[in-house]
Nanobody, 110 residues
Framework: VQLQASGGGLVRPGGSVRLSCAAS????????WAWYRQAPGLEREWLAT???????TYMDSVKGRFNLSRDNAKNTVFLQMNSLKPEDTALYYC?????WGKGTQVTVSS
């Protein structure tokens, strides 16, 4: 199973970016997706989770700014990030069922 994350880049404070993560390989259905991030010098932290039924849970600091969605038919999850702040700068990882993507960099800077 491989997870391919994409969509990162450089964005100005207050801007938006949409990350996606697609699973491929020997995986028939995905129950829960999760996103994590790791800022320079810090440990990886959990950001948000979405169940197969669409129940979403977010870390407090991103509630109201980040939104998860998923396409079950395509084994893909999306992370819409709005009102971005410099402290959101990090490498963002998707995870499901113990499989991890390689991460996609999001840099928030003017």
């Amino acid at each position: 199973v491989q997870l391919q994350a994409s969509g990162g880049g450089l964005v100005r404070p207050g801007g938006s970016v949409r990350l996606s993560c697609a699973a491929s390989g020997s995986i028939s259905s995905i129950n829960t997706w999760a996103w994590y991030r790791q800022a320079p010098g810090l440990e990886r932290e959990w950001l948000a989770t979405i169940t197969r039924g669409g129940v979403r849970t977010y870390m407090d600091s991103v509630k109201g700014r980040f939104n998860l969605s998923r396409d079950n038919a395509k084994n893909t999850v999306f992370l819409q990030m709005n009102s971005l702040k410099p402290e959101d700068t990090a490498l963002y990882y998707c995870e499901t069922q113990g499989y991890w993507g390689k991460g996609t960099q999001v840099t928030v800077s003017s």
